[in-house]
């Protein structure tokens, strides 16, 4: 793939390879997500395990469809799936302001982005609403699951999200307000006062607060940090990754197997977009290889 020339040679590989159809590189990855979700659905008995990694793009659905009424324009094709949450049933809630149409975990923080965007025109502080509900309710759902690795993968995937959150907030030099309505609370081994505290200091300080207590890993994060932020990017995707292959690879029953090959799915569609942003940015093969995650295999 690194040595296509243009998007097009990549689309055609893809296709030569058997990985979906798509007149677009989103296209493509989209349809091949929709085969993955249905070949899924064939073998494994409850599904709905699956609906954990769809938060993310309820998630971003609900901001996009906020974001698309108050400004007047069509949001629907910046609409995400999978979704465990109707589209319409988004532009209903938010249209007519009945907010408890909305998953119990979205409802409140959905009327208060709109309200915010509204009035104060703040899309990251909105986006900060959504997003902290959108965590909470993947973290509900792990736990509700019983399912060990889950658990986990979504405990670390959480931190570190949390952690990109503070990293730029102190890049940003946002105000304690944004750290306590952004981070969240109640999270194993994050500690959301002391985390403020050193994100009120600047990056260096929370660097060395994240070393010292290396959390889920987050010494080497910091290492990885202070190469590149693209590093630290990487470190953090492959972290999850190695957390999918240990558990789940040589799962032979139980939903980890499956869980596996979904997971292995997002890293390759992942893989791919970095491949892709990097012809049309025209970027030096060897810079792209940089960007790269380890796959699951």
């Known amino acids: 793939m690194l040595a296509c020339e243009d998007i097009n040679s990549l689309l055609i590989y893809l296709r030569d390879k058997g990985y979906g159809e798509g007149e677009s590189v989103d296209e493509l990855i989209n349809n091949t997500r929709k085969d993955t979700v249905k070949y899924i659905s064939d073998i494994v008995p409850d599904i709905s395990v699956f609906d954990i990694f769809s938060i993310v793009n309820d998630a971003h659905n609900i901001k996009a469809v906020i974001k698309g009424l108050l400004a007047y324009v069509d949001y629907k094709n910046l609409i995400v799936e999978p979704y465990t949450v109707e589209p319409d049933v988004i532009e209903t809630a938010v249209k007519e302001k009945k907010y408890s149409l909305l998953p119990e975990t979205f409802f409140e923080a959905a009327e208060k982005a709109y309200e915010i965007l509204a009035h104060t025109a703040d899309a990251r502080l909105a986006d900060a609403y959504i997003d902290l509900a959108c ?89 990885a940090y202070k190469s590149s932020p693209a590093a630290f990017e990487r470190y953090c995707d492959n972290l999850l990754n190695s957390l999918a292959v240990e558990k789940c690879k040589r799962a032979g029953t139980g939903a980890e197997a499956a869980l596996g090959f979904y997971i292995a799915r997002l890293a390759e569609e992942k893989a791919i977009h970095i491949i892709a942003v990097g012809i049309e940015t025209d970027s030096p093969a060897e810079i792209t290889r940089e960007r790269l995650r380890e796959l699951y295999g």
């Open 135 to 223: 965590m909470n309710a993947q973290l509900k759902k792990a736990q509700e699951t019983k399912i060990d690795f889950l658990i986990e993968y979504f405990k670390t995937d959480i931190f570190y999200r949390n952690v990109k959150t503070a990293l730029r907030g102190c890049i940003t030099k946002a105000d304690k307000n944004y750290f306590e309505t952004a981070l969240i609370d109640g999270l194993e081994g994050f500690d959301k006062k002391d985390i403020i505290t050193e994100s009120l200091k600047g990056v260096d300080a929370l660097c060395d607060y994240l070393a010292l207590k290396d959390r889920y890993k987050s010494a080497g994060a910091v290492e």
